[in-house]
């Protein structure tokens, strides 16, 4: 089946960029989301968050008349999910997104389409949006039986980099999990239309398991290098001179420390696969547990040296979960610096975050926070606490830009 019509349902960080790369290889693509704003931009041939590149494809695109946004989906070949998959309490995986983009897109679904969930899933996810489907729309299947029609199901987990979305959707290898054979073939098809990577076949569950796992490795890496700080900070030790050092051994990559680990990818998945299989997932659960503890040690650090100042004034510099975003979920350095105000209520808590314009709401309602430029912020700031490891903020440490006066608690390594 040639695919000529496309349905993206989500058009955040992964949505819109895939969203975008098959418009401009004249697909004719839909693009459904619930934010009006974020339609109204699109429409425009705007783009409504910071990523490199994508704002010309979207222009583009949208010119050529092969993309525009609307809330509601529309018939199309093939639809992609790219919905959130967050983690209820006790950290139970959340589909409910996924289920009410399911019940959205089958009305329009007439036999013979392709569904494929790109949200980063829990194992079973895809097989329990396909049963969604068929509970909508009992005259349909997943094998053509008698009196049904036929509809493919597929998951192809994204696997990109945020501020290089662009171009990794065209050159990494993708990996596509059917539910059948037919279905993976199909969805290797689609992608194979932008992807120059290779696209490996698999099965859904497989598919679901590899992302999982991808991110669970990095978040055990960054787990060592968390770890190896606490640990260095009690001897007295540079960290980031014992990682240089330690990692000159031919067989030794040490990752970086940092204040905690966000982002939707690697401080999420990881509790899907422990939530899969509770008794057996003991070194992922520690790493996520050493990773989510660490924003509390920064603020302890920050506490220890604003001791002392009757009403200190701290400077946290850096809101997003990476640097040279304006991601900011699941950021650490976001909760770090609620949880400064709330616990020295006396502070005056200054945000450097050069990529928005705005703060998040849970911090716009903190009296004792504001959103202030660099060079101000490191003049007023009895304390320093480097949480982003910007560009920007490299830059103009390296040219001795940024006062050193206070204290600096660099969680980034940004200062040596």
Not at 83 to 89: A, G, K, S
Not at 109 to 131: D, F, H, Q, V
Not at 134 to 141: E, F, G
Request: with cysteine; aromatic share 4%.
């Amino acid at each position: 089946m040639e695919i000529n019509t496309v349905g993206v349902v989500g058009l955040g960080y992964i949505g819109l960029p895939t969203a975008a790369i098959l418009a401009s290889k004249d697909v004719k693509v839909v693009g459904v989301d619930i934010n009006e704003r974020t339609i109204e931009a699109i429409n425009r041939g705007d783009v409504p968050f910071v990523e490199p590149d994508l704002a010309t494809y979207v222009g583009g695109a949208v010119q050529h008349g092969t993309l525009r946004a609307t809330n509601t989906p529309e018939p199309a070949d093939a639809f992609i999910i790219a919905v959130p998959t967050p983690f209820q309490d006790g950290y139970e995986p959340d589909l409910s997104y996924i289920k009410a983009a399911v019940e959205a897109v089958a009305p329009q679904l007439s036999g013979g389409e392709l569904l494929i969930l790109e949200s980063t899933s829990p194992p079973g996810a895809t097989r329990k949006m396909a049963e969604w489907v068929i509970a909508a729309r009992p005259d349909l299947s997943l094998d053509g039986a008698p009196g049904t029609a036929q509809i493919h199901v597929a998951h192809c987990p994204e696997r990109v980099l945020p501020g290089r979305v662009m171009n990794e959707l065209v050159t990494n290898d993708r990996i596509v999990g059917g539910l059948t054979a037919e279905a993976a073939q199909m969805a290797k098809d689609l992608y194979a239309i932008f992807c120059q990577g290779e696209i490996l076949l698999t099965d859904d569950v497989t598919a679901e398991m590899a992302k999982l796992v991808e991110n669970s490795f990095r978040d055990v890496n960054i787990a060592f290098a968390n770890e190896l700080s606490l640990i260095a900070d009690k001897l007295g030790i540079d960290v980031w001179e014992l990682i240089r050092l330690a990692n000159h051994h031919p067989r030794v990559n040490i990752l970086q420390p940092g204040p905690g680990v966000g982002g939707h990818c690697i401080a999420v998945d990881p509790w899907f696969i422990v939530d899969a299989d509770p008794e057996q997932a003991k070194l992922i659960r520690t790493a996520r547990e050493v990773n989510d503890s660490k924003p509390q040690w920064v603020i302890e650090q920050v506490e220890k040296a604003a001791a002392g100042i009757e009403s200190p004034t701290i400077a946290a510099l850096g809101l997003a979960f990476k640097a040279d975003i304006d991601d900011l979920r699941e950021s650490p350095a976001r909760k770090i610096v609620a949880d400064l105000a709330d616990r020295l209520p006396n502070a005056a808590v200054v945000v450097v975050e050069p990529h928005i314009d705005a703060l998040p709401a849970e911090l716009a309602n903190r009296r004792n926070v504001r959103l202030a430029p660099l060079a101000h912020a490191s003049e007023v700031a009895d304390v320093t606490v480097v949480l982003v490891d910007h560009t920007e903020f490299k830059e103009r440490v390296a040219n001795g830009q940024v006062s050193t006066r206070g204290i600096i608690i660099d969680t980034r390594g940004i200062c040596k």
